[in-house]
């Protein structure tokens, strides 16, 4: 995609449509979530990314998905309220999605797995995909990597400066 991400829309919790158009110019961390997963504590350190850089140009937007073990089973108003009240989650979050391969695949998700420089399916919950200003993906992060790490926050930081 020669626009990078910035053709793609998805829906949001609320089931309104959200281009990502509307975020032109930003740095975007990409993540599938879910709220019963070993890695669900990991919306706080996300949140912590989201307060720390917005102010610079970074957003954070979490897309759930129920495709690994069944890890995210309730409605969107459920997942809300979890993300909210466990963790203080204030970042965007969209509707349940798809995002491995197959018919359902979200399209988003299609991109970032067969047309990024970072191919390959997602491995689990958390994934994390980071695109620069430009809309192309420039990182991508294992399910497993907490995203205040060392790694992640460099990256953020490098793809804040380009």
Not at 17 to 30: I, M, N, Q, T
Not at 68 to 85: K, M, T, W
Not at 142 to 158: R, Y
């Amino acid at each position: 995609m020669a626009d990078g991400l910035y053709s793609i829309s998805f829906h949001g919790i609320g089931g309104e449509e959200v281009p990502l158009e509307v975020h032109r110019g930003k740095v975007l961390l990409l993540v599938n979530v879910a709220s019963r997963c070993g890695y669900t504590p990991q919306y706080r350190g996300l949140e912590a990314l989201w307060r720390k850089y917005r102010g610079q140009g970074l957003v954070v937007l979490g897309f759930p998905c129920n495709q690994f073990a069944q890890e995210e089973p309730g409605s969107g108003r459920e997942i809300l309220d979890f993300c909210r009240s466990r963790y203080e989650v204030s970042f965007p979050l969209s509707r349940k999605i798809e995002v491995l391969e197959g018919p359902g695949q979200d399209p988003l998700y299609r991109h970032l797995t067969r047309e990024s420089p970072f191919p390959g399916e997602v491995e689990w919950n958390f994934a994390k995909f980071l695109a620069g200003r430009g809309g192309g993906v420039v990182a991508r992060f294992k399910p497993d990597l907490d995203p205040e790490s060392p790694a992640l926050a460099g990256a953020v930081e490098q793809a804040l400066r380009a």
